[in-house]
């Protein structure tokens, strides 16, 4: 495992965009201590009109950047293993939740899902399981966040903390 | 060819989302007659961040909507055809495209290149030159407007008014 060697008091929010569900966690980085100060999923019906889903997951965004007040954004990368109609559906929600970031005025990195991997538990083929298990140990959680797409989120916050040098 | 009957008076924004060039185009469509209003496109520069570049077509789109004041919005929806890179990067500006249409509050429709062949020329094999020709003759222009992604807005925007019956 990386150590885990973070600015001071660095507040980050993690996202795993989706249009059917999109992750969010913030976390508090300090001296390599990481706290959880939100998590959570934005979730669309799938029976809504397009244009709809997205604007809930742009407008909560918003508010999420706006109660929580972090100061960087980490998003999980776009990967093209998985089918082309997800990753498409991945795409569009992801160019709303880049221009909530610009729009807030958050500094922005991407991270693979490899990176996410590598950082957390220092090698690339890390199972589900073992990265939560990471993010529920590092953040200091009595259970691993649920669902799967909040954990995934904080995990991208903290692999931007440790990547990120001092 | 159909025939073109259409609400009187209609003003439709038809847009061909891309990252790289948003095409756009606003026609009026009155009893059977097309004109157009504007057109253009929204070029972003391949060196800038992707948020950036989003930020870039949302807020253009923005002004685009609030000079011509479209009652309607027509989108020419994703198609897989093209390489998944390609797909991805149509489909994160789509996502900005739509967000724009609906928070200027318009009505949205979105047509796949097969229909937009098929209500300017009658049949889904019309070449790209025929369906350009169309649009120049339809709204009575001296020449094809350019480039490309601005002829197939306002072909997106004609169909859509093709396409509304009374």
Same mark, same amino acid.
């Given at each position: #495992?990386?150590?885990?060697? *973070?600015?001071?008091? #660095?507040?980050? /929010?993690?996202? !795993?965009?989706?249009?059917?569900? *999109?992750? +969010? ?9 990481f ?5 959570? =999923? ?9 244009? /709809? ?5 742009? !407008? ?19 990967? +093209?293993?998985? &089918?082309? *109609?997800?990753? #498409? ?6 160019? =709303?939740?880049? /221009? ?13 899902? /490899?990176?996410?991997k590598? $950082?957390l *538990? ?11 298990? #990471?993010?529920?140990?590092?953040? &200091? ?7 799967? !797409? %909040? ?7 903290? %692999?931007? $903390? ?5």
């Amino acid at each position: #495992m990386l150590q885990p060697v *973070t600015i001071q008091g #660095m507040r980050i /929010l993690g996202i !795993d965009p989706g249009t059917g569900i *999109t992750g +969010f966690g913030v976390i508090e980085a300090d001296k390599g201590k990481f706290t959880m100060v939100d998590g959570g =999923v934005i979730r669309t019906p799938a029976k809504q009109a397009l244009e /709809l889903r997205l604007e809930t997951i742009y !407008d909560n965004l918003k508010e999420v950047i706006s109660d929580t007040k972090p100061e960087v954004a980490a998003v999980e990368s776009l990967f +093209f293993a998985q &089918n082309v *109609t997800t990753a #498409m559906s991945v795409a569009q929600a992801r160019g =709303v939740v880049l /221009l909530a970031i610009i729009k807030a005025g958050l500094d922005h990195e991407e991270y693979t899902p /490899l990176q996410v991997k590598q $950082a957390l *538990t220092g090698y690339g083929r890390a199972d589900k399981n073992q990265i939560q298990q #990471m993010v529920k140990t590092l953040l &200091n959680l009595n259970e691993i966040p649920k669902p799967d !797409d %909040c954990a995934d989120a904080l995990a991208v916050a903290i %692999c931007h $903390a440790m990547s990120t040098r001092l």
